[in-house]
């Protein structure tokens, strides 16, 4: 039906509508389908900020379809376009997928980070999506005995969520009733009941601070961090750890080099260095290697 329309950017917004229904529906192949031929014109077209946003519905396909290398692979170079337009608020949105992804993969310490960073992204612009990463910060919390933040984050979910008549996804709902099962598990109904309602109260500076101290315990508690300090981990320069966390967000050498202000053979001089420290001889290999580690 979608093929009748002349206009390639009006079949593409046409396309995009079907996917988004197959989507609510969990019709995940038929969505992929959709959204890959919407991908097709955009990238005929030329569009970035079109492209990072087609691709963040392609890495929560992929989610949905139980493959999560695909999906963590597709938000990262969805964050890549994106980027070259300065779309934040969908850059946010990439951190909260990646941070839902880690969490499926038990990666706490890079999901609280993730949804500390989306936190910040979607304050930074206004966005009224800012009761999702706290939803996921409750949810990590939960993995480091923190159920009294945990529980106050969720009092200040469900404050968010009646102010902005926001509503979650399927995934985001699973996180939230997770972290909820879990600070009434570890503190008893009365004790979570007190600590939801004082979270109800607590003003935007709070919930910074409470995702901070967050981040910072379930970085402690994460075993392949214990003991040195991430940015000095294998030997890598701060400078080197900021490549290697663009690279794996799938920017190329010159969108690197863009980012950070710097020539593309500084970087990969850089790149050489990392693959020297990290033992490993190529992009993919220094990425895998630095999350095995505890870098990234």
Known sequence: MWNVVGDPVERAMTVHALGRIELAQDNWDAAAVLYEEELAVWREIGDPGAIGIVLIELGEVAFGQGDLAKARATMSEAAGFLRQVDERTWLAATDLYLGLFAVAERRFAEAARRYRACLAGYAETGDAFLQSPLAGLARVAIEVGRAEAAAQLLGVVDAELERT????DQFERLGYDQAKAGARAALGEEAFMGAYASGRTLNRDSWFEKADAIVAA???????RQGRNSDTAAGLTP???DILILVADGLSDREVADALFIGQGTVRSHLTSIFGKLEVGSRTAAIAAARQQGIL
Request: glycine share 8%.
């Open 218 to 224: 379930v970085e402690a508690a994460d075993p392949a």
């Open 165 to 168: 008549g926001m509503r979650f």
């Open 239 to 241: 400078r080197e750890r």
